[in-house]
């Protein structure tokens, strides 16, 4: 499954990994809409609405890649609830986002939250908290400037609970 825009990318490219009784869901986001999606080599669902409350069958899928789920959302928690409630029980989360950079990291900075992005840490616990077990940061940034804000990247792993 690929949430917003770049994961339904991901979820196409992935899609070829799908057994022959799989099924490739896409949730668009409307403010994705005027993007054109990739051709997925097999048929998929496309699922128009808020990922954050995508109306999708609870224990869906075994896999959700995603985009940015947190970044800059009013919500966070609202998003990684409505993820783990897809997955089935040990089913697999591959996110990428955008935080606030851990302060240890650079020599105390705390930078402002106005955009929503929210410090690593939180960022962490936020997942922790909705269920999400085996927290494994796959990839991250150095911390960079963007629109004015010090923040980085990461990618995640974690396992439905």
């Given at each position: 499954m690929?949430?917003?825009?770049?994961?339904?990318?991901e979820a196409?490219?992935v899609?070829r990994?799908v057994?022959?009784?799989?099924?490739?869901?896409?949730v668009?986001?409307?403010?994705?809409?005027?993007?054109e999606?990739?051709?997925?080599?097999?048929?998929?669902?496309?699922?128009r609405?808020?990922?954050?409350a995508?109306?999708?069958?609870?224990?869906?899928?075994?896999v959700?890649?995603s985009?940015?789920p947190?970044?800059?959302?009013?919500?966070?928690?609202?998003?990684?609830?409505?993820?783990h409630?897809?997955l089935?029980?040990?089913?697999?989360?591959?996110?990428?986002?955008?935080?606030a950079?851990?302060?240890?990291?650079?020599?105390?900075?705390?930078?402002?939250?106005?955009?929503?992005?929210?410090?690593?840490?939180?960022?962490?616990?936020?997942?922790?908290?909705?269920?999400?077990?085996?927290?494994?940061?796959l990839?991250?940034t150095?911390?960079?400037?963007?629109?004015?804000?010090?923040?980085?990247?990461?990618?995640?792993?974690?396992?439905?609970?």
């Open positions: 690929g949430l917003g825009c770049a994961g339904c990318r196409a490219a899609s990994r057994g022959p009784a799989g099924l490739v869901v896409m668009v986001t409307s403010g994705d809409d005027a993007l999606l990739p051709p997925a080599p097999r048929p998929a669902l496309i699922v609405g808020a990922v954050a995508t109306g999708l069958r609870a224990g869906l899928a075994d959700v890649v985009s940015c947190a970044g800059g959302r009013a919500d966070p928690s609202a998003m990684y609830r409505e993820l409630r897809i089935k029980p040990g089913g697999r989360l591959v996110a990428s986002d955008v935080v950079p851990h302060p240890a990291r650079i020599g105390g900075y705390r930078p402002g939250r106005a955009d929503g992005t929210i410090p690593e840490p939180e960022y962490l616990a936020v997942v922790r908290a909705a269920g999400f077990e085996r927290l494994r940061v990839q991250g150095a911390p960079y400037e963007a629109d004015g804000r010090l923040v980085q990247s990461l990618t995640l792993e974690a396992v439905r609970g």
